[in-house]
């Protein structure tokens, strides 16, 4: 049995904003196809270690790696395109432009890469039919369900293939009955499509949607566990 390979790596990882430390020397592994949630407290540090490992931030020490390859040290254009190409975002406020309609809001990645407008859309298009969009295509954010937008948000971070998702509270702004379709969603696209996935959350019931939890603390991991089982059941019996 191959073991997974890791695809994204954090080692010592350090972060301060003035006198307050974010991050306090954190080792994080994630591998090929799991899902991690990261939990904690606000003002734990769990959002600037998703900025540090998407490169949105760099550390002020430590490594960030992407198959073997440093993120850190790469300058701005370089970590914006690799945001572009190799990672995928989904945000709690979806974060769509309100004047595109939703297949162009899931192009745009491919767009700003170059492709050609006719071409993105065609690509974009083939995520509707798997994740619940069909005929929803020319509909703007304002006339889509706060449900339909986070699919929108969905198919726009994995249309580019990405090695990597993160979400940012993806189910904050939704109802407990949307937000746990949405994660299913979210957990089980990203599996089949072999992307790790880096979801921060508040919500225990959103973490056992995933494959391991860890817990951020004053700027260090707490705790690093595999999903619980209530998790595991409710994963296996949405399957059924």
């Known amino acids: 049995m191959n073991t997974p390979s890791a695809v994204l790596t954090g080692t010592g990882l350090f972060k301060?904003?003035?006198?307050?430390?974010?991050?306090?020397?954190?080792?994080?592994?994630?591998?090929?196809?799991?899902?991690?949630?990261?939990?904690?407290?606000?003002?734990?540090?769990?959002?600037?270690?998703?900025?540090?490992?998407?490169?949105?931030?760099?550390?002020?020490?430590?490594?960030?790696?992407?198959?073997?390859?440093?993120?850190?040290?790469?300058?701005?254009?370089?970590?914006?395109?690799?945001?572009?190409?190799?990672?995928?975002?989904?945000?709690?406020?979806?974060?769509?432009?309100?004047?595109?309609?939703?297949?162009?809001?899931?192009?745009?990645?491919?767009?700003?890469?170059?492709?050609?407008?006719?071409?993105?859309?065609?690509?974009?298009?083939?995520?509707?039919?798997?994740?619940?969009?069909?005929?929803?295509?020319?509909?703007?954010?304002?006339?889509?369900?706060g449900g339909q937008a986070q699919r929108v948000a969905i198919a726009r971070a994995l249309v580019g293939k990405p090695k990597v998702i993160f979400a940012d509270e993806p189910t904050g702004a939704l109802d407990q009955a949307t937000g746990m379709e949405v994660i299913h969603l979210l957990t089980d696209v990203s599996r089949r499509q072999g992307a790790a996935l880096v979801l921060v959350t508040h919500d225990a019931n959103v973490a056992r949607w995933c494959d391991r939890t860890v817990e951020v603390r004053d700027g260090r991991l707490a705790g690093d566990q595999a999903a619980a089982?209530?998790?595991?059941?409710?994963?296996?019996?949405?399957?059924r």
């Not at 089982?229 to 399957?239: E, H, L, M, V």
Request: aromatic fraction near 4%; hydrophobic fraction near 40%; charged fraction near 20%.
């Open 16 to 145: 301060s904003y003035g006198m307050a430390r974010a991050l306090a020397g954190v080792d994080i592994v994630v591998t090929a196809g799991e899902s991690l949630a990261v939990m904690g407290p606000s003002g734990s540090g769990k959002s600037t270690l998703l900025h540090c490992l998407a490169g949105i931030e760099r550390p002020d020490s430590g490594e960030v790696l992407l198959d073997g390859e440093r993120v850190d040290q790469l300058r701005e254009p370089a970590r914006s395109e690799l945001r572009r190409t190799a990672f995928g975002f989904v945000f709690q406020s979806g974060q769509l432009l309100p004047e595109l309609p939703a297949d162009e809001n899931v192009a745009l990645p491919l767009m700003l890469g170059g492709m050609p407008r006719r071409a993105a859309v065609e690509q974009a298009r083939q995520w509707f039919g798997p994740l619940g969009l069909q005929g929803l295509e020319a509909r703007t954010p304002g006339q889509l369900s």
């Open 229 to 239: 089982q209530t998790g595991t059941d409710a994963k296996a019996g949405s399957r």
